[in-house]
């Protein structure tokens, strides 16, 4: 797995490139577009958590008893950024059913693109889980800054950001803003138009997956 820096994971599988080009085409429908949000945040999942320790457990199979591994009871908490992070939640499940989920919601000013906190409700225990933001799109950075810091304050340790699609300079400003949060994505885009879109991208994430406009 190529690591653009020992913070930045690029998941470039080849099913991700191929899922991740029929997301792109503004020809893909609402269906079809959040069938591929889903499995990209299940794949990128795997990637994210590769390093979680392992234990040994006894299993008797139908042959004989063994020695398995499982995860080392790690907790975690999957914290979507409202509104298209949402659209990464069952992907996620799906991996690890027993994830707690808190939200985070934030809106971006349309003229400023500056991200305002409206709404924010974590597990009790946050501070002692491992927290996975997912948001699709990692666009100016503000929104995911935002919730990095959020987490920090509620004492979270291990904080990794989980995106579909991210523009260069929303990755220079996450890590610039903390010393310890690491990043997966399944491309580095070109960068940012006027208007804060990633360039080449695929549009409005929360539109597409929701089928708003
Ligand atoms: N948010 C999106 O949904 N798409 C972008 O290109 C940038 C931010």
Do not use: W
Not at 48 to 53: E, H, M, S, V, Y
Not at 57 to 82: H, M, N
Not at 180 to 207: H, K, Q, S
Request: hydrophobic share 45%; aromatic share 6%.
């Amino acid at each position: 797995m190529p690591h653009v820096s020992n913070r930045v994971t690029l998941i470039d599988h080849p099913m991700v490139q191929h899922k991740l080009a029929i997301m792109r085409s503004v020809h893909t429908g609402t269906k079809q577009f959040r069938e591929l949000v889903r499995e990209l945040a299940l794949f990128e999942g795997y990637e994210a958590t590769r390093d979680f320790p392992l234990e040994d457990i006894d299993v008797e199979t139908p042959i004989c008893e063994t020695v398995c591994k499982r995860i080392a009871g790690r907790k975690v908490a999957i914290i979507p950024i409202l509104r298209a992070g949402l659209g990464m939640v069952d992907g996620m499940l799906e991996l690890i059913p027993s994830a707690r989920v808190g939200h985070l919601g934030m809106y971006r000013d349309e003229v400023t693109h500056e991200p305002h906190p409206y709404y924010a409700k974590f597990p009790a225990d946050i501070d002692q889980r491992i927290c996975l933001i997912v948001d699709p799109m990692l666009a100016t950075g503000g929104s995911a800054v935002d919730a990095i810091q959020s987490l920090r304050a509620e004492g979270v340790r291990d904080i990794r950001l989980l995106v579909l699609v991210a523009a260069p300079e929303g990755i220079e400003a996450v890590l610039a803003s903390d010393p310890d949060v690491r990043i997966f994505t399944c491309a580095i885009d070109e960068g940012l138009n006027e208007a804060a879109y990633i360039v080449p991208g695929l549009g409005d994430a929360g539109d597409r997956i929701f089928g708003t406009k």
